[in-house]
């Protein structure tokens, strides 16, 4: 079984699984202390992964960290539908690996921004929020196009992307790194969207959507 | 908001404040924190002592600091697994958890969080169990099972605390023993304006309580550090696992927190609407107006 | 500074920014609101918090007919924001006064348009032709309105027909302390900008633009790209600029106290048998046989909130007062439904109804009252309706319904063609089980199969002829259901009330001491001395003129208390009950 290293209130964590739970994988969790206990910084997980970051999985013997490239290892090697990395699509391969690193940009701003603000890391707070609300402008604009295109997915298509799962959890986090989401209603609705996607699952400071349409 | 640059509510500064997290703070060297919009400085040393003061130029975090050279110190109490401190003339006790000090029990500190909002709007929430089935979904409640029963509360005179007892909700995973829900016994104190022991069935040990503890430490009057505190029965988990229970719990608690409008509590009985499941909050409520509390709250009108 | 004046209109989203099942987060003059579309098309402007604990109703959930709060689950209906339901309290109707504050809001040229306090109509935008127009991409900029206003004069664009071409000559053609009218002419070509500054907050602001119509030919995205691009860069240029300078202090829009009763915890509010509510008959039509509906709508103003179990009393023409169920679902806020069956032995009342009442007729009725208050805390409930007792059943199993809650209703009637509103029945699907000519042994065997079964956390509620009420609450007691978990309504107290008693009734809050002779019920003696109680059907069915009972020994006369209540003797129904003891205090 999958072992994925955890910790409840990371949102790097909670991309995978949030996508396992939406590949309908199980998985085992084992919990690391990383506040207060800094445990991702201990000698054994250093073994592990010698950036002393979460998540990383295990997985028939092979060992994964950073979570975008763990996103597209589960969607490549367990998406029986072939939806969530458009492998056989380059246009569309590309610009899902152009919105990973996006994601990636969302971390080191309004991730920042949270565990500053949160669990009092030392970061240049102004600028992480000035920098994801750069971000967040660009992503706004960019889905309310895709609206108007009628397209509801950050990579254009029918289905949803290892893309959105990667920009889901610190855009809705955003909030507790002081970084409102008012100004960007195109993300507030794709957010919803999400939210209905089937496998749905939330972490702390994530709620849940009502159903979209009457049962 | 009030856009003052320090407290100068008499009430506020005369409290202990929780400031530091005694296990997380390396001996011997200087630590800042902020507390009532102040900056201050601390540190810990190997005999068991702890100093606490205006930061200063002359010394800076990280500074190696020894007892004897200090600035003037602020007063200084270690309790629960915390520093604490005061602005004003604090009491010479703190409340008092006579189970922190049963031997068999787990104590443990499970998380300090920021979080923005005021720390009277934290309490109010942590004596709140109406939101259990919609915040702390399928943990501490499950719809349909919303209904908040009738409980007690008194404010004891002679200890100056807010007691409320009887109080009980359905939990759907009551115990790790059991595979059914079942209602849970809770018992809250609130013997400080900005702290709360919260005393639960415990799953091992019919006949004690779990406690669990929130200390709010107040950065300003919409900002606060809150740290987590548990003393409870319990061999058989991690401390990690303990932790992360109570993590996620205060996790799911935080935006809602965020999303409170205004942040500060408002204490006029006409800015929000009680009903028969808020009489801890209203008893609360009354008895911050009735200290003459300021910081923090929106004052009722005179 | 701009002019701040609570009267002016602006837009405060587009209309495309309202998708189904989804709350915006707007905010005007620093107020913030929760905006939301019904499955109704009703937008909905409220103050952004709940009125409980202030959580923000922006990040609660529409269900298409209801906004339901995160932090306790309190529900507000579409068009009132008034509160149906607390799930804290599941046995009781909230206070119907719960209400959120709600906000003009028009739809016009593709936006949302609101104030404080709307003086006027929403303004006419010259050139522009309703549903004509294109709305272009909202853009959020940290600026006051009044520098953005001033920058957007300069605003250049190409014409929609003439993207590429150069030069374009643009021209003010128009405009007002928040909004801007541009013309821009190249190659024969020409294009009609409208924007309106929405003052967000002191700091902040939303440019908001449509164009006229979108000529033929051209790429509705591609102009829409066009100017998303220009305005973008203007916003960068205008927001360079606003950070030279300090930023202004946030505005402070003031929250409007609740009232003062709802400050406090609930208590019984005085009122007579009231009629304060004024009703247009909109619709009237065979609900089934023998059944009419009647559709009533407002007359002005908007319905108060009703609940699932409500009733309101109807004033008839002909001088009587009936009481009806609400039959609506959920949200359904814009009328009232309800179902009327014609009685052999009727006193004038149902008669007048199906014989006299017109589609046009203008009607009073009392606010909705309810007695009969739905639990959603059940891990399942049963409905059991006998005939037109179906009405308040119905209500509650559409609310259990759309929220996907656990419920069976089980319909007796005497044939389908009996069976009141097919339609609304329909959406209950198979959850909905018909009971079709049963004799009475039949119905009695049927009930016992259907009330057998219980578990704990189960609730029942029966409606219907007071004998299959009497046989089904038997039942239920030999089943093992509790009396907590049967809920019940007569529609009428067919009990001979001996009302032959005299005693006397001392009112412990009024300190008063009334002597109750025969003849007489304890509501005429208090009405008579003043005492305002609210009443309804008069007859000790509907549980409105209830009174808590501090000493003495009722004589209960009624059908709305259960055997449990009644025997506890800490409430009577003071329009029919009466005293075995020579004195009774009450609780007013």
């Known amino acids: 079984m999958i072992k994925l290293y955890d910790y409840e209130l990371s949102g790097n964590c909670y991309k995978l699984r949030l996508f396992m739970s939406m590949l309908g994988l199980e998985y085992e969790s084992v919990p690391i202390d990383f506040y207060p206990g800094r445990e991702h910084k201990s000698d054994w997980f250093l073994r592990i992964n010698p950036l002393g970051q979460l998540p990383v999985i295990e997985d028939e013997g092979l060992v994964l960290r950073d979570a975008q490239a763990i996103l597209v290892y589960l969607a490549a090697r367990y998406d029986t539908s072939r939806q969530w990395y458009p492998v056989d699509d380059p246009r569309r391969l590309g610009e899902v690996s152009q919105w990973l690193s996006f994601a990636d940009g969302i971390t080191a701003t309004a991730s920042a921004a949270r565990l500053h603000d949160g669990l009092f890391y030392d970061r240049d707070i102004e600028a992480c929020r000035t920098g994801a609300h750069r971000l967040f402008r660009i992503l706004d604009d960019h889905l309310w196009f895709g609206e108007q295109e009628g397209c509801d997915w950050i990579v254009a298509g029918d289905r949803p992307t290892i893309a959105d799962i990667a920009c889901f959890p610190y855009v809705i986090l955003s909030e507790e790194g002081g970084i409102s989401r008012q100004d960007y209603p195109a993300i507030r609705r794709w957010c919803d969207r999400v939210k209905r996607l089937p496998g749905f699952i939330v972490m702390s400071g994530v709620f849940p959507a009502g159903p979209a349409k009457a049962a | 908001m009030s856009n003052a640059t320090h407290c100068s509510d008499r009430v506020a500064l005369d409290l202990w404040h929780p400031v530091a997290v005694i296990e997380e703070a390396a001996p011997g060297l200087v630590h800042a924190t902020r507390l009532l919009q102040e900056q201050l400085h601390y540190a810990l040393f190997a005999d068991g002592t702890a100093a606490v003061w205006r930061a200063e130029p002359a010394l800076r975090i990280g500074d190696p600091v020894e007892p004897g050279m200090l600035p003037p110190a602020l007063p200084v109490k270690l309790a629960y697994g915390y520093v604490w401190t005061s602005l004003g003339n604090p009491p010479a006790e703190l409340f008092a958890i006579p189970e922190w000090e049963e031997a068999d029990r787990r104590r443990l500190h499970a998380a300090t969080m920021g979080v923005k909002v005021s720390a009277p709007r934290a309490i109010e929430n942590f004596l709140d169990m109406g939101h259990f089935p919609y915040v702390h979904t399928d943990i501490l409640g499950a719809e349909p099972h919303t209904e908040v029963k009738e409980y007690d509360v008194d404010i004891s005179v002679e200890r100056d605390e807010i007691l409320a007892t009887r109080c009980r909700f359905f939990q759907p995973m009551a115990s790790t023993a059991s595979s059914g829900g079942a209602d849970v016994d809770y018992i809250y104190r609130v013997p400080h304006p900005f702290c709360s022991v919260l005393y639960k069935s415990s799953p091992v040990d019919e006949n004690r309580l779990d406690v669990i503890a929130i200390f709010v430490q107040p950065i300003d009057e919409e900002n606060v550090r809150a740290h987590m505190m548990l003393c409870v029965l319990d061999e058989d988990n991690e401390d990690k696992i303990i932790k992360r229970f109570q993590q996620t719990i205060f996790g799911q608690d935080k935006p809602i927190l965020e999303n409170q409008y205004p942040k500060r509590l408002p204490l006029d009985p006409r800015a929000e609407t009680p009903i028969r499941a808020d009489k801890s909050s209203i008893a609360y409520r009354r008895w911050l107006r009735d200290k003459g509390l300021t910081y923090g709250v929106i004052p009722a009108a005179a | ?588």
Not at chain 3, 93 to 98: E, G, L, M, S
Not at chain 3, 158 to 177: I, K, R, T
Not at chain 3, 455 to 481: K, Q, S, T
Not at chain 3, 501 to 514: G, I, K, P
């Open chain 3, 1 to 588: 500074m701009f002019d701040t004046s609570p009267h002016r209109w602006h837009p405060i989203a587009a209309s495309s920014d309202l998708v189904s099942r989804h709350v915006f987060h707007g905010q005007l003059l620093g107020r913030e609101f929760a905006v939301w579309r019904a499955d109704d098309g009703f937008v909905n402007v409220w103050e952004n918090r709940c009125l409980h604990r202030g959580v923000r109703l922006s990040i609660g959930i529409n269900d298409g007919r209801e906004l339901k709060c995160q932090y306790h689950g309190w529900r507000y209906a579409n068009r009132t924001a008034g509160c149906t339901y607390i799930p804290a309290h599941p046995a009781d109707a909230p206070a119907r006064t719960i209400t959120n504050r709600t906000f003009a809001a028009v739809e016009r040229y593709g936006m949302v348009w609101s104030a404080e306090q709307p003086e006027g109509e929403v303004p006419a935008v010259a050139g522009m032709e309703e549903g004509g127009q294109l709305v272009l991409r909202p853009i959020p900029l940290n600026a006051s309105a009044d520098r953005v206003v001033e920058h957007l004069k300069s605003y250049a664009f190409a014409p929609s027909a003439a993207l590429d071409a150069q030069p374009v000559e643009m021209a003010v053609e128009g405009g007002g302390a928040f909004s801007v009218a541009l013309l821009a002419r190249a190659d024969g070509a020409a294009t009609r900008a409208a924007f309106f500054v929405q003052p967000v907050d002191s700091g902040r602001s939303v440019i908001r633009g449509m164009l006229d119509a979108l000529p033929d030919g051209a790429d509705r995205v591609t102009v829409l790209r066009h100017h998303n691009q220009r305005l973008t860069e203007l916003r960068e240029r205008i927001e360079r600029e606003a950070a030279r300078l300090p930023a202004p202090e946030p505005m402070q829009p003031a929250i409007v106290p609740v009232s003062a009763e709802l400050a406090e915890m609930p208590e019984l509010t005085p009122s007579g048998r009231k009629a304060a509510l004024r009703v247009q008959v909109a619709r009237k039509w065979q609900a089934a046989e023998g059944i009419a509906a009647l559709e009533l709508r407002t007359v002005n103003g908007v319905l108060p909130t009703f609940q699932p179990g409500a009733h309101i009393d109807l004033h008839l023409p002909n001088g009587l007062v009936r009481q009806y169920s609400i039959t609506n679902g959920p949200g359904e806020t814009d009328r009232y439904v309800i179902g009327v069956k014609r009685e052999a032995a009727s006193g004038g009342g149902s008669a007048c109804v199906h014989d006299t009442l017109r589609v046009g007729d203008v009607l009073a009725i009392s606010e909705p009252r309810n007695n009969f208050p739905l639990r959603r805390d059940a891990v399942r409930t049963l409905f059991i309706a006998g005939g037109i007792g179906i009405t308040p059943l119905l209500s509650m199993a559409l609310a259990l319904d759309h929220s996907a809650l656990s419920y069976r209703l089980h319909y007796f009637a005497q044939a389908e063609s009996q069976m009141a509103f097919a339609d609304r029945l329909a959406e209950l699907k198979g959850n909905l089980v018909p009971h079709l000519g049963l004799s009475p042994e039949a119905t009695q065997e049927k009930l016992r199969e259907t009330l057998s079964g219980y578990v704990p956390g189960m609730h029942v509620y029966l409606c219907g002829p007071g004998p299959m009420l009497e046989a089904a609450r038997a039942i239920a007691r030999d089943c093992g259901w509790p009396e907590s978990a049967v809920h019940f309504e007569y529609f009428k107290n067919t009990h001979e009330i001996d009302d032959s008693s005299s005693f006397e009734v001392a009112l412990a809050r009024s300190c008063v001491t009334l002597q109750v002779p025969a003849g007489r019920t304890i509501l005429d003696v208090m009405r008579e001395a003043g005492i305002d109680m609210p009443s309804s059907c008069e007859q000790g069915a509907c549980g409105t003129c209830l009174a808590t009972v501090i000493e003495g020994e009722p004589d209960h006369q009624d059908v709305y208390l259960n055997d449990a209540e009644k025997r506890s003797n800490t409430k009577i129904m003071t329009c029919v009950s009466r005293a075995k003891s020579a004195r009774l205090v009450l609780d007013l």
